[in-house]
């Protein structure tokens, strides 16, 4: 029935701040704005394939561990190249570790306080080859 994931929505205090992030930090490129009465209240970006990230204007929003989607994960090619490529733009990315599924990780936040897990999968995924896990965390 599923055939992969569409977009995952998130809130921005600051759409301008969010964009920037995301296109000049991330390397992710706009889709389309939504509108109204001409003004830009959200808008999509491409994150591979057919799945984007949506994100909608909230300067009310509340970003903590309790009250926002727990993280999004984005796919990257080579995770030492983007950890670089984020810091050298002077924002804060962790050192990358292997998790218990055997895939590489690291994490950022946007800047309303959403999490952004970057992840760069290995021969031995358990998303590629199964085999339950046991959660190091």
């Known amino acids: 029935m599923i055939k992969q994931l569409a977009h995952v929505c ?3 205090k600051d759409l301008d701040a969010t964009e ?5 930090v991330l390397g992710m490129k706009k889709a389309f704005s939504f509108t109204r009465s001409g003004d830009v209240f959200g808008f999509y970006l491409h994150a591979g394939g057919r799945s984007h990230v949506e994100v909608f204007y909230k300067p009310e929003a509340a970003f903590d561990e309790a009250d926002q989607i727990n ?7 080579d ?6 490529a984020i810091r050298a733009k002077g924002v804060d990315v962790t050192d990358k570790k292997k998790g218990c599924d055997d895939t590489w990780q690291a ?3 946007d800047p309303s306080g959403v999490k952004i897990e970057l992840f760069e999968y290995t021969d031995q995924s358990a998303q590629f ?3 339950d896990r046991e959660a190091d965390w």
């Open 79 to 84: 995770l030492d190249e983007t950890i670089t």
């Open 20 to 24: 920037q992030f995301f296109s000049d």
């Open 107 to 109: 994490w950022t936040k």
């Open 10 to 12: 998130i809130f921005s």
């Open 71 to 77: 993280h999004l994960c984005l796919e990257v090619e």
């Open 129 to 131: 080859v199964g085999r």
